[in-house]
């Protein structure tokens, strides 16, 4: 099994980078791949379990996302955040389990939830991608993004109350609202120590690698612990990745760097593989779904009538929804001045019309099929276990064929811009190099006075040409060149310091804060190579 997965693995690289040649999608282009060769003689059937999938893979994506995410933004977009990844999963559970119950009579009412709720949560990783790539509003980013790191949690919940009710066991907590407050609660809570445990144990680290291999370890830890105490593993995972992403800045600069340059690859590695397994398995599904009795006209309908009227149920959701949203922005406009500043701005019908096309399905809901019981608490099979997950696949490659081919050429079409988050970002940006001027300033004061001696006089002298970007400045040479590397780094640790207390005070936001300090990073990495020289 373990080399029929780095086979896979090996291929969805090669696939992912010929789409990149070509400017196609790669995750798309991986599962074409792999929906095809799952049809070619002697493949063997690639089956993972469930905790395979929820515990090895899905942690490190989820734990990549939410430490680069602008905890800032996700606190600006809240409401809208909540109102898609825990509200909505409900009524698409509902929705979708109505559907099929419309196809496929034979099903329980409860198995037809339980696969509604498995088809619930969308996967915005692929959304994400092709988003970044057309360019789309950060508003509108940062609201998919937020909508992926916590939709999980909320469909992983009531999809073990389902399950305990179908089989006959009891869930920690047969309250659904009660079970799942009391599972977002300690999932955070067990998030957040085990995030800042890491960050007070990677200060203490006097190696990169280590530090980097200690930020390996923490999605892990967090699931599994969270999970231990009955909470939330997903939002675990999450607010660890709040926590180490939002400390990270205090990090060394060679940490940082060798961090983000590994979790690129991670997601890359995992991505490619997770869109491959969903190909390369649709085969088998729908074969064990035959045997079972559902034939192929069945599952076809059905996977159309549950695409539909989850598609439907999230354009009305979320339209319904900007509807209140505007009425609501209004009213804090007009109480502005009494009150403070207004909440951040609705979406509009463009970029809400994005955000209700984007709803391919991933991984989670994948695992959930899988995780349904062989069983029912008295030892009989359990209902319609192959319709659910044949179905679960199906709808997923739908999604992800149709809205995710199609979504590149929606955004193209409707020209989304954002004029007020491009004020928004040259405004943070002209601060942020206003902030890191004036630290550079002060600190070539405070040099000067540690050092009164006619050569440390010159040396600040270049620096303040250097600072004012004057044309014909001196070079130092000899060893100036050396006090003024040395003195670089000084300038680089007051600019971090000083941008750092700025996130901190709220003036700047992270992902202003995260580009400013790569800059800042390579900066002394340069120092660092011609000292080391």
């Known amino acids: 099994m373990f080399a029929h997965v780095l086979i896979v693995v090996t291929i969805a690289i090669a696939v992912s980078a010929l789409a990149e040649r070509r400017n196609l999608h790669p995750a798309l282009l991986v599962v074409m791949v792999g929906l095809a060769a799952s049809y070619l003689p002697g493949i063997p059937q690639l089956e993972l379990h469930p905790e395979f999938i929820l515990s090895i893979v899905l942690p490190p994506m989820l734990f990549s996302a939410a430490r680069d995410f602008s905890f800032a933004e996700f606190r600006r977009r809240m409401g809208s955040i909540v109102n898609l990844g825990v509200f909505l999963v409900f009524v698409t559970t509902a929705a979708a389990g109505a559907a099929v119950i419309g196809v496929l009579p034979e099903l329980l009412p409860l198995t037809a939830l339980i696969l509604g709720v498995a088809i619930a949560p969308p996967d915005a990783v692929t959304a994400i991608t092709i988003g970044r790539r057309a360019g789309l509003p950060t508003g509108l980013m940062t609201v998919l993004k937020g909508e992926s790191l916590i939709n999980d949690a909320a469909a992983l919940t009531i999809f073990a109350v389902l399950v305990a009710t179908a089989t006959g066991t009891h869930a920690f907590i047969d309250n659904l609202p009660l079970y799942f407050l009391y599972a977002a609660s300690v999932g955070i809570a067990v998030g957040l120590v085990i995030g800042n445990l890491a960050q007070w144990a990677r200060r203490r680290l006097n190696s990169a690698a280590l530090a980097t291999a200690l930020s390996v370890i923490v999605p892990f830890a967090a699931y599994l612990t969270a999970e231990e105490f009955h909470g939330s593993g997903v939002l675990a995972v999450v607010a660890a990745g709040f926590a180490v992403g939002h400390h990270g800045v205090e990090a060394g600069y060679e940490e940082r760097m060798q961090e983000t340059a590994f979790w690129r690859t991670a997601d890359t590695l995992l991505e490619t593989f997770v869109f491959a397994y969903i190909g390369l398995q649709l085969r088998f599904v729908i074969t064990d779904a035959n045997e079972a009795g559902f034939d192929a006209l069945e599952l076809t309908v059905a996977t159309l009538l549950i695409f539909a009227a989850t598609v439907a149920t999230r354009f009305a959701w979320i339209f319904g929804s900007a509807l209140i949203g505007r009425w609501r922005h209004a009213r804090a406009g007009r109480r502005r001045k009494r009150d403070g500043p207004a909440a951040s701005p609705p979406l509009s019908w463009k970029e809400n019309t994005v955000l209700a096309w984007t709803g391919m399905r991933g991984v989670v809901t994948l695992a959930a099929a899988a995780g349904t019981p062989l069983v029912t608490g008295d030892g009989s099979p359990f209902p319609g276990r192959e319709a659910i997950v044949s179905l679960a696949f199906l709808v ?8 995710g081919l199609s979504l590149p050429w929606l955004i193209g079409r409707l020209r989304l811009d954002d004029p007020g988050h491009e004020r928004f970002v040259a405004e943070q940006r002209e601060r942020a190099e206003r902030l890191t001027r004036q630290a550079t300033e002060e600190a070539l004061d405070a040099y000067a006075r540690a050092h009164p001696g006619p050569q440390s006089g010159r040396l600040v002298g270049i620096m303040r040409q250097r600072l004012r970007q004057e044309s014909r400045m001196e070079k130092p040479r000899g060893t100036d060149a ?24 709220l003036e700047l936001d992270d992902t202003i804060v ?20």
């Open 514 to 533: 995260r580009d400013m300090l790569e800059k800042l990073d390579l900066e002394q990495a340069f120092m660092d190579s011609v000292t080391e020289s």
């Open 482 to 505: 050396q006090e003024a590397l040395l003195l670089g780094k000084v300038l680089l640790e007051a600019r971090r310091s000083r941008l750092v207390a700025a996130r901190d005070n």
């Open 396 to 403: 997923t490659i739908a999604t992800l064929l149709i809205q």
